[in-house]
């Protein structure tokens, strides 16, 4: 938004809490508007904030400060995970089809790796074959078949079969 003076908008983000920002404005001499929906209990978000997260506050001094330093670290370790499990496709991709539904991998690389990355793999792997966030129990079912072999349907008529010897 430009006008004759500037505009200068400061959004909540989740390592400030409002109570900063609120400091921030008035120290700087700077209104601010609030929405009236913000205080409306009818929404889950506004319940929480209003109401649950003050009650932790008050049993744990600190708790949302606790709560936005784990936010941090699981973001942290989502990135490497993530990172990993795509490494760990493309090493173990032994040919790949246009659709990727008869795309094959080494079962043997999935086996390598940390269960962490291996089940974050074949989470993107079942996605990536079908458009659907697979269910935990289906990306599950491929871990254990990498070591038992076989073929299972896991979820929108999609099949994943583990054999011993691939020939292309």
């Keep these: ?20 920002i ?19 209990v009818d929404y889950a978000r506004n319940r929480i904030r209003l109401n649950v997260l003050p009650e932790l506050e008050k049993i744990n001094p600190g708790a949302i400060r606790n709560m936005v330093r784990c936010i941090s670290t699981l973001r942290e370790d989502e990135h490497y ?9 493309s090493c173990a991709q032994i040919s790949q089809q246009d659709d ?8 043997t690389k999935f086996q390598e790796v940390d269960l962490a990355v291996r089940l974050r793999a074949i989470a993107n792997l079942l996605y990536s ?7 935990r ?4 079912m ?5 070591y038992t072999g076989g073929k299972a349907q896991v979820g929108g008529g999609l099949y994943v079969a583990v054999i011993d010897n691939v020939s292309d």
């Design 142 to 146: 491929v871990c254990e078949l990498l």
């Design 129 to 135: 074959a079908s458009g659907v966030h697979p269910e």
């Design 1 to 20: 938004y430009e006008s004759e003076s500037k505009l200068s908008v400061i959004r909540p983000i989740i390592e400030c809490t409002r109570g900063d």
């Design 81 to 89: 995970l993530e990172t990993q499990a795509l490494e760990l496709l």
């Design 137 to 140: 129990k289906h990306i599950e």
């Design 22 to 40: 609120e400091a921030y404005l008035e120290d700087n001499d700077i209104s601010y508007i609030t929405d009236s929906t913000n205080f409306d």
């Design 100 to 107: 990727n539904l008869d795309s094959k991998y080494d079962a």
